[in-house]
């Protein structure tokens, strides 16, 4: 007997294969764990530990930059912990807003924390601004932290102004970037500890502690957030969202709209 094409059963779809689908939403579901568990300890580590009292009153084992910042004039201290407080809510609210499932069941949820953190993301890099010219890393401190400081608010206004528009997908590419930035202070941790662990290797008994941290120091000011903020692109143009447009769309058609 012979088959009609309209009989015939129907050609796999095109793309990748349902179990290389399953095994690609597996591993996004390991990173994006690894990722909240990471953010989960800086805050608990790193920023927790500033909130127990005074600069002065800090313990220098806990709260490492305290000394430094407590000899700051004012405004600079207020800065300090008003970053510290803002960009740990940042850290510890992002993580979420990338579970697509909590998405979708609670938009209203994805919505007020979406405010928060951006309210985090405005106020600790307004904050980090004005705390740069004092970083403890010097120039290169100046320009690594001062410029990851400009872009994380630089890229969380786009993000907001993408949502309000209703682009909904230049508001995800936006916020994978500026996530990424936030992630620079999980990595500034992590590579920290891996360069001055690599010196320690290199040196072997000739280890000298305070230069390998300053060495290390200085080149996470940029490594912390550089590599972040490439694999944000990458990961961008794999999902087919909006590659970087430095121009604000919206505002160019409303400069457009207002010629007429
Ligand atoms: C992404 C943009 C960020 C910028 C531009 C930035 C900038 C800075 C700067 C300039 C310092 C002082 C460094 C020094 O004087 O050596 C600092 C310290 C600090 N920042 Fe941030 N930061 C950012 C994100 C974050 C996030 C997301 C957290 C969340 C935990 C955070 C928590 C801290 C803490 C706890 C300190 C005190 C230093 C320490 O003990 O590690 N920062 N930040």
Known sequence: MTTLATDAPPSPPAGPSRSARRRRRATARVGWLAVLLMSLTIVAYSAVPYLMGTLEQLDPDRAPLAPAYSHTPAVVQ?????????????????????????????????????????????????????????????????????????????????????????????????????????????????????????????????????????????????????PNLLIAEWMIRRRGLPSLQIVDPSARVAQSSERR
């Open 78 to 226: 207020v800065a300090f912990v008003v970053h510290i407080v803002g960009a740990a809510v940042a850290l510890f609210v992002g993580p979420v807003q990338f579970w697509a499932a909590s998405r979708r069941r609670f938009p209203g949820l994805h919505r007020w924390l979406g405010r928060t953190y951006l309210v985090g993301v405005g106020v600790g890099g307004i904050a980090s601004l004005i705390m740069a010219p004092y970083n403890t890393a010097g120039m290169i401190g100046f320009l690594g932290f001062g410029t990851l400081g400009a872009l994380w608010v630089w890229t969380g206004w786009r993000a907001y102004r993408a949502i309000r528009t209703g682009d909904v997908r230049s508001h995800q590419a936006w916020m994978i970037r500026n996530f990424s930035l936030t992630f620079g202070a999980v990595m500034l941790r992590t590579w920290t500890g891996t360069l001055v662990a690599a010196q320690a290797f290199a040196a072997g008994d000739g280890f000298d502690f305070e230069a390998a941290f300053e060495n290390a120091y200085n080149a996470v000011t940029f490594l912390a957030w550089v």
